[in-house]
């Protein structure tokens, strides 16, 4: 029996696998000369030192880096807050910068982003960047609550994937409106509005990523086979199995992105209510459950809580036509079996039946940076910023990692083309693609729909159990925040 595998991704900003994306263009005029970064600048890779990032390894962080605790408090907020905050300001900014990335994110920055920060701090323009790893116990949406509640002024620029909107309703993250209003056209507006609520921009995208179909031609001999959903399901069912993540906080993600598809929301588009209880919700979680109960997706899908599974199961079983995952996945899985490499190829996803001719609008997602509110030097962390996110620092990260550019002019770069065959794929999704709900709920929003949309696919629950519960329980985060 041929083995499809389908996996819709995991909860994307790397809640469970940390994603490595990213953006650049080395065809912006002048950019040799005006970059920050040469080429061939000592340390950092070339476009002919290629080579994939390895998978994260969890809880070991790098000798370089140390671990921060949280044991510094400041009396009041700094007086830089984010209505003074000025991008003017940031060239003349001068003193040190703490970048403090969650754990998962050690190994990318070792990896990726270590060199960019040594050749920063080799340029003595007055500000020097220090990272140290932020230790936290428990969940990590929550990782930096109790320390900035605390107004703890230790750590200038976090990465705290989409807790960022419940850090900005509680005014502890800085509005980077007036940043991006400079650079506003060098990212997809997908990205940005990702990263935004209530007319503020709460991050800097560094990296980028789109859900993708990744297929076998030697067992989906014809594109048609998968020209929706539903047609890759009915191939699945008579010819192979076919497998996603089924269980855990994965899930969201996917239940998100077919429910975007099929033409449903999750919630008003003021905010303020759910709109989950909807013909199309129903419709997904049949979809979704129907592949367990037909034996179409085998019992191990229910095992993955994370792409990292769903990947190397696709690299090291061959007869697996299929897996739907996010871009960034295709280096794990060229690592992880090399001889995967040539036997696959990539294409966009399908849409919903019915939806035929339309662009797909499955989830974006990316890799970004906030600047806490209670730093004592946001001008030069934005500083900082500015530099990680520069086209010449995207260059370097897409030619060393293969990670996917935030910024739309580095897709014309010939290098890069080289090295990211599914290029023009990926700009395509990032285009088209939807952002998660902006609300500061969206931390509860998502533990909902994984722990009732997981049980709906165990069977402890019927899809319409899973519909009403996912339904109250998007409605009462709601009213936690919009009270």
């Known amino acids: 029996m041929y083995k499809i ?57 790098a000798a370089s880096l140390s671990v921060l605790s949280v044991s510094i408090s400041c009396s009041s907020r700094d007086t830089v807050t984010a209505n003074t905050l000025d991008p003017a300001l940031m060239a003349s900014a001068k003193g040190e910068v703490v970048y403090c990335p969650l754990p998962l ?22 500000v020097h960047i220090t990272v140290k790893p932020f230790s936290y116990t428990g969940d990590m949406d929550d990782a930096y609550d109790k320390s900035l509640d605390a107004k703890d002024c230790s750590c200038d620029i976090i990465t705290p994937f989409y807790a960022i909107y419940k850090l900005s309703g509680k ?13 506003n056209d060098e990212f997809f507006s997908s990205i940005i509005n990702s990263v935004s609520l209530n007319k503020k921009v709460l991050a800097i995208p560094i990296r980028a990523d789109a859900m993708m179909f990744y297929y076998r031609p030697a067992i989906f001999e014809n594109t048609s086979q998968f020209s929706n959903w ?71 899908a229910l095992t993955f809580t994370n792409n990292v599974g769903a990947s190397d199961f696709f690299a090291k079983n061959p007869s697996t036509g299929g897996l739907a995952d996010w871009s960034a996945s295709k280096f794990r899985i060229d690592t992880e079996v090399s001889s995967t490499k040539d036997s696959y190829k990539i294409v966009p996803l399908p849409v919903w039946a019915g939806k035929e001719g339309q662009d797909p609008t499955g989830l974006i997602g990316s890799n970004f940076l906030s600047i806490n509110a ?34 739309k002019s580095v897709y014309d770069d010939p290098a890069v083309r080289e090295k990211i065959p599914y290029l ?22 998502d533990t909902v729909i994984s722990t009732y949309a997981t049980q709906a696919l165990a069977g402890t629950i019927t899809v319409d159990q899973a519909v009403d519960q996912i339904d109250k329980g998007i409605t009462k985060a709601l009213q936690k925040y919009n009270h």
Not at 424 to 445: Q, V
């Open 5 to 61: 595998l389908f996996r819709l991704g995991v909860d994307f900003p790397g809640k469970v696998y940390a994603r490595l994306l990213n953006g650049m263009d080395s065809k912006e005029k002048g950019l040799t000369d005006s970059s920050p970064i040469s080429e061939n600048a000592s340390g950092i890779v070339s476009e002919k030192s290629f080579f994939p990032v390895p998978p994260l390894r969890f809880g070991i962080l």
């Open 374 to 407: 209670y730093s004592k030097n946001p001008n030069a962390a934005l500083k900082v910023i500015d530099y990680l996110s520069s086209a010449a620092a995207a260059r370097h990260r897409a030619l060393s990692a293969g990670t996917g550019p935030a910024i």
């Open 230 to 300: 539903q047609n890759l399901y009915t191939h699945a069912a008579s010819h192979s199995n076919f497998v996603y993540n089924a269980g855990g906080v994965g899930l969201t993600a996917n239940v998100i992105s077919l429910l975007y598809q099929a033409g449903g929301a999750l919630i008003s588009a003021d905010g303020k209510a759910s709109t989950f209880q909807s013909p199309q919700a129903h419709d997904v979680l049949n979809f979704l459950v129907s592949g367990v109960q037909n034996q179409v997706i085998p019992s191990q």
């Open 171 to 183: 005014e502890q993250i800085l509005d980077l409106s007036p940043y991006i209003a400079t650079r």
């Open 424 to 445: 023009d794929i990926l700009y395509s999704s990032l285009l088209h693609g939807k952002a998660r709900p902006n609300t500061s709920a969206y931390t509860e929003i």
């Open 105 to 126: 994110l050690a190994s990318v920055i070792e990896q990726m982003d270590q060199p960019l920060i040594d050749q920063f701090n080799a340029q003595n323009n007055g």
